[in-house]
């Protein structure tokens, strides 16, 4: 009988196209789902090049597949990936490999890891990400924990991940649940651009009336330059999309209603957990929760409505203000996420190589960008960068594009158009280059309601004033 090297539990979009994916790099593959009719479309969907099966029960599934067997799931996070793991591990022996290439939550993986481990089983968290078409032509893929699996996975990772100057973006991403956290905290950077696009699309549709036609332009031209990325493209693209209900475009027909499945808040509430600040992630967070409140903003919008816009003098300018704005604001997003890794690896001994991270992250994932070599640069001088605003070549873009994140946020302010992740940008940068911060004015308050003490500047220990009775 033929034994397949790998299995797949999980033919939805992403399982499918990741089989495909692994199947048409000359690997052979079994797949399970618990819907029968995606497990009966698996082997009619395949090319004459793939050696592809279809299973219909686990014990099918799992006596196809050669030992060590490695198993990928791909099903959605929480309860489905516990689910799973309590049929199939009855079935596994020693030495097998269970890989979860889903968006697990790393604390859930934490957990898998141990339950396993006590079962003689590898277990592995793995982000995948690029969506559909990254599935199947080339994810950016972010495996860690147990090294002798990640060994053995090692080359079919390589073969079937997104390339850049011949590289694989595929690498190690740290010890026990590390890959899942890289890939979180690629999401929460993910919302934190999406967040600050939206922002630039506004400013110039409300704030310089420019129309779709006009918008595909510009998105296209930032496209062709420095701020060449997925997300740019995709949004040029967009804005070309005609609708095909009614006569406009569609994204005019699209409720200003934003979902979200979890990552971006799981970032934001770990840093908060470890102590790292990352405002324009949480304010992207947020404001997917506040767009949800279309029936007040509505009513609010009715009630404050003397909001009168004045456009720029200059529209080019203009254009060209909120392009730089939008570069610097999304670099300021990618340094606080990868500020987090860093902070993360030490708290949880993760051992991330944050080289490697920016490395693999510059092709096949959501946030792929031509700024993530400039990173990929500075943590090649230096592995232990603790923020990548403290690079020399870093900080020369940033002195390059400052005014224009500063005029592009105050002509927001003025004209009354929302940019919270524009805002939050400009703040957190202001305050990090700040070296001394008001902070001692609200040290002194703390001490003085509470007794909770302060440092000084000039002597070192820990000190307590009775400020009532100094000031009576
Ligand atoms: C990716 C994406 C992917 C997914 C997001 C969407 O890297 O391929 O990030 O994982 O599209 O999780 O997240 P929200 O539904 O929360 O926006």
């Known amino acids: 009988m033929e034994r397949y090297n790998y299995g797949m539990i999980g033919l939805g979009v992403m399982g499918r196209n990741l089989l495909y994916n692994i199947a048409d790099n000359g690997f052979s593959i079994a797949g399970f789902d618990l819907d029968e009719e995606k497990v009966k479309e698996l082997e009619g969907g395949a090319t004459a090049n793939m050696t592809v099966k279809g299973t219909a029960s686990l014990e099918d599934f799992v006596s196809a597949l050669e030992t060590p067997r490695k198993i990928i799931l791909m099903v959605p996070a929480g309860k489905p990936v516990d689910a799973v793991l309590g049929n199939i591990t009855p ?161 005019d027909q699209i409720l200003d209603k934003a979902g979200a499945k979890g990552t971006g808040k799981w970032t934001s509430e770990q840093a908060m957990e470890i102590g790292v600040s990352i405002p324009t992630i949480d304010i992207a967070v947020t404001s997917r929760i506040l767009s949800a409140y279309k029936e007040e903003r509505i009513k609010a919008s009715q009630l404050y409505s003397e909001k009168q816009i004045t456009n720029p003098e200059n529209t080019e300018l203009f254009i060209k203000e909120v392009g730089d704005a939008l570069f610097l604001a999304s670099l300021i997003s990618y340094a606080q996420g990868l500020a987090l ?74 004209n009354g158009i929302s940019s919270l992740g524009i805002q939050t940008a400009l703040g957190y940068f202001d305050a990090y280059t700040t070296e001394s911060l008001p902070v001692n004015l609200i040290q002194a308050q703390r001490d003085y309601f509470g007794a909770h003490t302060y440092q000084r500047i000039d002597r070192e220990g820990v000190f307590h004033t009775s400020w009532e009775s100094t000031n009576n």
């Not at 696009?197 to 704030?207: F, M, P, T, V």
């Not at 902070?343 to 991270?357: C, G, M, N, R, T």
């Open 91 to 251: 079935l596994l022996s020693k030495g097998d490999i269970v890989i979860d290439a889903g968006n697990s939550y790393f604390k859930d993986t934490d957990r898998r890891i141990a339950d396993l481990a006590s079962k003689d089983l590898h277990f592995m968290g793995m982000g995948v990400s690029g969506g559909e078409k990254g599935a199947r032509r080339g994810p950016s893929i972010m495996p860690g924990g147990d090294l002798e699996a990640f060994n053995l996975l090692q080359p079919m990772l390589e073969s079937i991940s997104a390339k850049v100057d011949n590289e694989a973006c595929t690498a190690y991403m740290g010890k026990g649940s590390a890959g899942n956290y890289v890939k979180m905290v690629h999401n929460g950077i993910e919302y934190a651009i999406m967040q600050l696009i939206s922002e630039a699309y506004d400013l110039l549709k409300r704030g310089a009336n420019l129309n779709n036609d006009q918008l595909y332009e510009v998105f296209k031209e930032w496209n062709n330059g420095e701020m060449n990325s997925f997300l740019i493209e995709i949004t040029r693209d967009i804005f070309k999309q005609k609708d095909s209900l009614t006569e406009g475009y569609l994204v």
């Open 341 to 414: 890794l860093v902070k993360a690896s030490e708290e949880y001994q993760f051992e991330i190589p944050l080289k490697d991270v920016v490395k693999i992250w510059r092709g096949g994932c959501i946030i792929r960008s031509v700024l993530l070599e400039k990173f990929y640069v500075a943590y090649s001088k230096d592995s232990n960068l603790s923020n990548i605003l403290l690079d020399q070549d870093i900080s020369v873009i940033v002195k390059e594009k400052i005014s224009s994140l500063r005029k592009t946020a105050a002509f927001a302010a003025s």
